[in-house]
T-cell receptor, first 118, second 114 residues
């Protein structure tokens, strides 16, 4: 089973709202990722968590705040977003990301959350 | 040097035909090359991946051909079906390197006509 689930499927929020995106996997993967994807473009990496610790932040604005409560869950907290932040937000996970020796195993993506900022 | 160039941008193939999508890279440190298939409104699905120790990998109707000296790799879809109509992304990364960033190509929109 290579399932990554994401909720909600769709989200509409105003620029002053605070909302959260959730991602869950039960494959025992220890690396989890947030990507942003605009229409007709490839996914852009935002954050990587390895063993529940933030490993990579691709210079993402602070209005996006990731959180990894445990090895199965990944959240993305949203605050004061701009209309240009409207996109498909994808979560992914991979099997291993060993401390001290980083190994990329195949990344599996969730279905995404379609975010619209009004 | 971190780019992966993908072509064509769009492709129309008749049912039963062969779809071919090409990618090229510059960074010789890349040693992991996956292909993803994405349907509208869905997340990318891992289709097939290759390491440079082999020149070809086949899974069902999908084949990756890899040319290390030319720094190119391609996806061949044999007996293309309307259900294969989707956007395809190639990607590259360093399998055992210090980063686990996938560098994606720009995508190819495939339409298989019945």
């Amino acid at each position: 089973d290579t399932e990554v689930t994401q909720t909600p499927k769709h989200l509409v929020m105003g620029m002053t709202n605070k909302k959260s995106l959730k991602c869950e996997q039960h494959m025992g993967h220890r690396a989890m990722y947030w990507y942003k994807q605009k229409a007709k473009k490839p996914p852009e990496l935002m954050f990587v968590y390895s063993y529940e610790k933030l490993s990579i932040n691709e210079s993402v604005p602070s209005r996006f705040s990731p959180e990894c409560p445990n090895s199965s869950l990944l959240n993305l907290h949203l605050h004061a977003l701009q209309p240009e932040d409207s996109a498909l937000y994808l979560c992914a996970s991979s099997q291993d990301f060993l401390k001290g020796r980083r190994i990329l195993i195949e990344q599996y993506f969730g279905p995404g959350t379609r975010l619209t900022v009004t | 040097q971190q780019q992966v160039k993908q072509s064509p941008q769009s492709l129309i193939v008749q049912k039963g035909g062969i779809s071919i999508i090409n990618c090229a890279y510059e960074n010789t440190a890349f040693d992991y090359f996956p292909w993803y298939q994405q349907f509208p409104g869905k997340g990318p699905a891992l289709l097939i991946a290759i390491r440079p120790d082999v020149s070809e990998k086949k899974e069902g109707r999908f084949t990756i051909s890899f040319n290390k000296s030319a720094k190119q790799f391609s996806l061949h879809i044999m007996d293309s079906q309307p259900g294969d109509s989707a956007t395809y992304f190639c990607a590259a990364s360093t399998y055992g390197g210090a980063t686990n960033k996938l560098i994606f190509g720009t995508g190819t929109l495939l339409a298989v006509q019945p």
